[in-house]
């Protein structure tokens, strides 16, 4: 994984932590990245981090998962 990449994640982190939700969107915005690189980033940190965001389907954001 690439510093750009990294970065990215921990941008996912800390937006999960403050504002509780994020979409690709929201990182195509914030890095000039495409679609599927934002899905791809999104992905990844699901696989790295399993029980840290779940997608809700009928707001089509992922959410910071509750803890408990």
């Given at each position: 994984m690439n510093w750009c990449?990294?970065?990215r994640l921990l941008?996912?982190?800390d937006t999960l932590?403050?504002?509780g939700f994020l979409n690709r969107e929201?990182?195509?915005i914030k890095f000039g990245i495409s679609q599927p690189q934002a899905?791809?980033?999104l992905a990844?940190?699901?696989r790295r981090f399993p029980h840290a965001m779940r997608y809700n389907l009928?707001?089509?954001r992922y959410e910071a998962a509750t803890k408990g």
């Open positions: 990449e990294e970065q941008w996912i982190t932590r403050v504002f929201h990182l195509q899905s791809k980033d990844t940190y699901q009928s707001a089509k």
